[in-house]
């Protein structure tokens, strides 16, 4: 089998035409960058196709000395799932969908799980659980196809799953300037909140606002108090460190809420009442928004946010990593400073605004759909299946993000289920679509391009 040499897929497909590729594999090689590595590098890659350009299927591994040799030795009539099956790599479907394999990311608070996050710490991935590729191999064999020709641009949609344990599973009091991101609340844990009535820290208390004489005096204060907690936080930091230690620990490793309280219970009384008080004392200042399952969240930049304990969500984000940290009731380790100063600078201090969503509207046999945000660079729109039927998902000449909330459905004939997620191929092939029995919620989200 001939090892064609090209920039990606899409620039291939471009040239050759339908009529170079019925009927026949073809193995291409061609350079992924891989920028999201401690030490970035260009790595060779190979791809065997099969199909038309639009109905193709196909398998990405490392250019390997084996894999090469073993495509160089094999007929253009070789089956593409017996090759694929030799080289330990899933078929993709090209021209539909392909499964996103998340990866789960420890965070003191608990967990995020990254459905498309490509960073130094992990990427996700794309096939089964059973074979998988990295999804960036994806993106760089079929850049436009899949990623709007924008690989390091793709929409960052995650689950944050925070513990259901006070403080511990809350997550970091910050603030974004470019990143903007959307929540969808779908579990609140119901030993955290009884009730089922969670919530998120969100700006600021008018209330307490008002007790000051001006914005500045507010910021002042709340500054002190964040100042006095951070004193008391890092004695108690310092000491658990040295406990840490002593098991072998590396001192910014999570450890669970359950190993934390035994080691505090050997720290001093007063010391762990005083953190508590101050503690108190500095989230005053923070506004509590109310979280059902159901309910929408948009962050606005400048805004100070804080998704409490046991309040799971789906998020969908702009993929850029920064932040900063007004406040956190645990040790910081990722960072060694609290951005404090640097945040209230330039915070917004204004309550945000409700979050609006857009009267839903039939899409479909059955199914209604409302949009839930419209930023500048992504859309999200949640769809709900009053009676069974299907939402196509052609005719888009972007990629789509799918995930599956609740009920039974499925996507481009594959079962999707809650919490599984799907990336759609742009302009996919005539009859893709998005399957929902009654009663079921998906959410799906469009890259907005810009001029």
Not at 5 to 27: I, K, M, S, T, Y
Not at 258 to 281: G, I
């Amino acid at each position: 089998m001939k090892i064609h040499r090209v920039l990606n897929l899409d620039a291939f497909l471009a040239d050759a035409g339908p009529q170079l590729l019925a009927g026949q594999l073809r193995a291409l090689q061609f350079d992924h960058h891989a920028y999201y590595l401690p030490e970035p590098k260009t790595q060779p890659l190979l791809a065997v196709i099969c199909g038309t350009p639009d109905d193709l299927q196909g398998v990405i591994v490392a250019a390997t000395d084996t894999a090469t040799q073993l495509l160089r030795t094999s007929p253009a009539s070789a089956q593409l799932s017996c090759l694929a099956k030799k080289l330990a790599a899933p078929v993709l479907d090209l021209t539909a969908a392909v499964d996103l394999i998340p990866v789960a990311v420890p965070k003191p608070w608990g967990r995020e799980i990254w459905y498309t996050g490509i960073e130094v710490r992990a990427q996700a991935e794309v096939g089964s659980q059973s074979l998988s590729t990295p999804l960036p191999w994806l993106l760089s064999l079929l850049p436009e196809r899949f990623s709007a020709g924008a690989v390091q641009a793709l929409t960052l949609l995650k689950v944050l799953d925070p513990l259901p344990d006070e403080v511990f599973g809350d997550l970091y009091f910050e603030m974004h300037e470019r990143k903007q991101e959307v929540y969808v609340v779908t579990h609140v844990d119901a030993t955290a909140w009884p009730d089922g009535v969670g919530g998120i820290r969100f700006g600021f208390c008018p209330t307490k606002r008002a007790e000051f004489n001006g914005d500045d005096d507010f910021k002042q204060a709340y500054r002190e108090a964040v100042r006095h907690y951070e004193q008391v936080r890092r004695r108690i930091d310092a000491q658990l460190d040295t406990l840490k230690q002593a098991k072998g620990l590396d001192v910014n490793s999570p450890v669970s809420p359950a190993q934390t309280r035994r080691w505090l219970r050997d720290l001093d009384a007063a010391l762990l009442q005083q953190e508590q008080q101050r503690r108190h004392h500095m989230d005053s200042f923070a506004r509590v928004l109310p979280l059902r399952v159901g309910d929408v969240v948009k962050v606005p930049c400048y805004t100070p946010h804080s998704l409490l304990h046991g309040v799971r969500t789906v998020e969908f984000q702009t993929p850029v990593y920064e932040r900063k940290i007004l406040a956190f009731g645990q040790k910081v380790l990722t960072q060694s400073q609290w951005d404090t100063d640097a945040a209230l600078a330039v915070i917004n201090l204004e309550c945000p605004p409700e979050t609006l969503i857009t009267p839903a509207e039939q899409a479909g046999e059955g199914i209604v759909k409302e949009q839930i945000v419209d930023f500048d660079d992504f859309s999200v729109w949640r769809l709900r299946a009053l009676s069974a039927g299907e939402y196509s998902l052609t005719g888009t000449d972007v990629y789509q993000l799918v995930m599956a909330v609740t009920g039974e459905q499925s996507v481009a004939g594959r079962p999707l289920n809650p919490e599984q997620a799907t990336l759609i191929a742009a302009n996919a092939r005539p009859g893709s679509s998005i399957y929902l029995e009654k009663g079921a919620v998906a959410l799906l989200a469009k890259p907005i391009l810009r001029n």
